[in-house]
Every structure is written in structure tokens, then in C-alpha cells.
């Protein structure tokens, strides 16, 4: 998953409307997010004709963007049966976990949007985003304790979610049988 707010269609939205910019964050990754850019942008309200867009064209285009973006990526989120957003979290409180707290002392908006993501299909990828060097070897790392914080957390959460963890796809994972 590449981080959002690094994209130019994300930055376009932002810019000018951050309140719908937090929300496409909040739901990136789940299967919410195409039909509300698609409500936001005039194509698909209850009787399936076309409004006049409220928003400028170039939000509009970087809205279709990350819409036609979300699905590549996530494309079983457009068409699977709709999944909790959030799973309720059974009986482990992650702001007082020592991982947690370790990450957050010393970085405190990668906390903030580890709490955000916590219960959500997208920590997972998240994590192994920051742990993994998708720069061509910019990407500075972690202190060894933080980067063991994060792969703990992020095993933590796949325990706690199973409905929500990362499923890798390499040459390894054997592929089902065509038929």
C-alpha cells in the first residue's frame, strides 16, 4: 500500500478539503471508500443518474483517481460482501500496551495512525509498509526496539483480527487448482 498522503490526488483533495481527505484515509483499504467518492462526486446516488458535481474538476479527477487506485489494489473490497469496519478489540487495551507506548514516545503521528488503523484491515499493510524499504534504499529505519514494537503490534493485531490480517502473495503461497 503506498502512503496516501504522499500521492498527488490525495494532496489535490487536501488541500482544499481535509475533512474528506481524513475520511478517504479512514477508509482506505475497505470497501467503503469507492461508493463514498463516487456518492461525494455525483455518480451514484439512489435513482443512478448522473448530478452536477459540487466540487472543482480537478478534485473530481483526483477522486476518480483514487477510486480507480483503491480498486486496483484492494480489488476484492469492491466486490466481497461488506466486512466491520472495526472489530471489537477482545480484552487488550492497545494505548497502555508497552509496544505501543514505545512507538509512540518516539513517534508520536506513527502512533496516532497506528490507534487509527488498529482493528482495520489496513494496520496490517501499514506496518509491513514501514518495515520494509520501498524507496530504493532511502528509507532510514527504525531503532531496532521500535521496528521489534511494530512487527509485535502488527502480530498482535493479525492475532487478535484474524479477519483482518495481510495476505501475502509471493512465489511461495501455493495457488489454488485452476478449474
Known amino acids: 500500500m503506498e502512503i496516501l498522503a ?18 478517504i484515509e479512514k477508509r482506505w483499504g475497505s470497501h467503503r471508500l469507492v461508493p463514498y467518492l463516487r456518492e461525494l462526486i455525483g455518480k451514484a446516488n439512489d435513482a443512478g443518474n448522473v448530478r452536477p458535481s459540487e466540487f472543482p474538476s480537478n478534485v473530481v479527477a483526483a477522486m476518480e483517481a483514487l477510486s480507480a487506485k483503491h480498486e486496483s489494489e484492494y480489488p476484492t473490497t469492491a466486490s466481497s460482501a461488506p466486512e466491520p469496519e472495526v472489530m471489537p478489540a477482545p480484552e487488550f487495551d492497545l494505548r497502555s500496551s508497552l509496544e505501543f507506548i514505545q512507538i509512540n514516545e518516539r513517534f508520536e503521528r506513527l502512533g496516532s495512525k497506528i490507534a487509527v488503523a488498529w482493528g482495520t484491515k489496513t494496520l496490517s499493510p501499514f506496518i509491513n509498509q514501514l518495515l520494509h524499504d520501498t ?6 529505519g527504525f531503532p531496532p526496539e ?3 514494537a511494530l512487527f509485535a503490534l502488527m502480530v498482535r493485531h493479525d492475532d487478535l483480527f484474524p479477519g ?3 495476505v501475502a502473495s509471493d512465489i511461495w503461497t501455493p495457488k489454488p487448482p485452476q478449474t
Not at 10 to 16: L, W
Not at 135 to 140: I, T
Request: glycine fraction near 4%.
Open 164 to 166: 483482518m490480517t495481510l
Open 146 to 148: 521500535v521496528a521489534k
Open 6 to 23: 504522499f500521492t498527488v490526488d490525495f494532496q489535490t483533495i487536501s488541500r482544499q478539503f481535509s475533512a474528506i481527505a481524513d475520511e
Open 135 to 140: 524507496r530504493d534504499g532511502a528509507r532510514q
